[in-house]
């Protein structure tokens, strides 16, 4: 791990005006280039926890830092996929990538060849001229997530960002989003409610609890990369893993 | 296909229905005249040119009252959606002033800008500027949460933002109110031009009242209808060519 962790989060808490606790004592770190994955019930405040890493919402106390470039004028810092559809319906999937670069200094000859080049690696550039609604919900998504990659960022944030899709779509662009990291290995904080799909995609995973939304556990994944998502499954590591990550949300509905 | 038909036969049916039971005498044609007198007197108007005239007048009153009134409309409509002290000045005096008929001012226009064409496209416009304040203001603030989500998380540039984010979110509400400002500009244009006008179809109407030309009362009416008509059709064209993302039925 490198020096300075990527994402350091320390003491955080969170409570909403009503005086529900949605946070207390979250504290964890991401290294340079690790891919973690945070599962937890409904209402742990996982997505709650990416927001405010990924500066939407205010935390109520803790520290939160994500040590990425402020100053490449090619690249944002970050970027943050998310969960449900959230390409512009008045733009173009061409114009949504584009759009993107809108704080960034990039000739228009860049800007293009780039979004050129990001919608290539997710396979959408025969639909570059259609509008969101007339593309399929994992069209959508693989096109929120080249929006994310073409800012070129060092850290991104994924909040559950297969979580509306059916079984079959998501394992296939599980497997895109493997291939699509294994270029450049950038920081993911990356949110989901499938025990499998975090098991596929992550280094270390962590296991929250609800009410009020703690850390658990955080388990090291073991498998070699690069992975193939379905092939990882035959693994009987995979299975006892699972089990008890199982195992430690089952306590938790008991407790 | 078949609703196509309808479409088209239903009016049609409506003026036979009309002419066949003004003709057995059913309908006194002192008050309903048979709709061939009336498309005889049309023709007569409009060789005149009278009828040309007036149709052009209102249409001009229509028009300009809906671009005085609506551009301040949208504008202050898009601030009061973003922006919540905006909202908070300024809604209290909008549900005040909104529910006001905008025809009982007419006078009270009349004495501020004179009998002149002013007046006119003053009193269209107070009217349509509320509906398309109200209109943009609501269209703004059912944006969905996610796409300032999106914006702020890419760091959008506030100028971008209002072009690129608010304003054709809004749109979808924007075309409504702007087909709404068309009925509601043609109403106030033919009221004021009852009395407070010696052109245009409202003119027309009132003047043919004290003339006892029931015809062309008539002859206006139909006019006015088909202002709308078209207004709405054209208003259409320019949602369909500004809102392409809009699923079409």
Known sequence: MAALPRIAIHGLRKAFASGTVALEGIDFEVGDGEFVSIVGPSGCGKTTLLRIAAGLEKATAGSVDVNAAQNRPEALPYATVFQESSLFPWMTLRENVAFAFDRLNLDSGERSRRVTAQLDLVNLTRFEDAYPHQLSGGMKQRGAVARAFAVDPQVLFMDEPFGALDEQTRVQLAGELLALWERDRKTVLFITHSIEEALALSDRIIVMTAQPGRIREIITVPFARPRDPIELRADPEFGRLTVRIWHLLRQERAS | ?249
């Open chain 2, 1 to 249: 296909m078949t609703e196509r038909v309808f479409r088209v036969v239903s009016p049609l049916a409506l003026l036979a229905l009309w002419e066949f039971v003004v003709r057995v005498h059913l309908l006194d044609a002192r008050f309903f005249p048979a709709p061939s007198s009336i498309v005889g007197e049309f023709f007569a108007f409009l060789r005149s040119g009278e009828l040309v005239s007036n149709t052009w007048m209102t249409l001009q009153r229509v028009v300009v009252g809906c671009v005085i009134g609506g551009v301040p409309g949208v504008a202050i409509g898009l601030l009061m959606g973003v922006n919540r002290l905006a909202r908070a000045i300024l809604e209290p005096i909008v549900a005040l002033l909104y529910p006001i008929p905008k025809i009982a001012i007419l006078p009270l226009i009349l004495l501020i800008f004179g009998i002149g064409e002013s007046s006119k496209y003053a009193i269209v416009a107070i009217g349509v500027f509320f509906i398309m304040l109200i209109n943009t203001a609501a269209g703004v603030r059912q944006i969905e949460p996610i796409y300032l989500d999106v914006a702020r998380s890419f760091e959008i540039r506030r100028r971008s933002l209002y072009t690129n984010v608010l304003l054709p979110g809004a749109l979808t509400n924007i075309f409504a109110g702007i087909k709404l400002s068309i009925g509601i500009a043609i109403v106030l244009a033919v009221a004021a031009e009852f009395t407070a006008a010696k052109s245009g179809l409202g003119f027309q109407i009132w003047n043919s009242w004290q003339t006892l030309q029931v015809e062309r009362m008539y002859v206006a009416l139909v006019m006015v209808s088909l202002l709308g008509y078209v207004l709405t059709l054209i208003g259409s064209a320019l949602e369909n060519a500004f809102v392409p993302w809009r699923p079409r039925q």
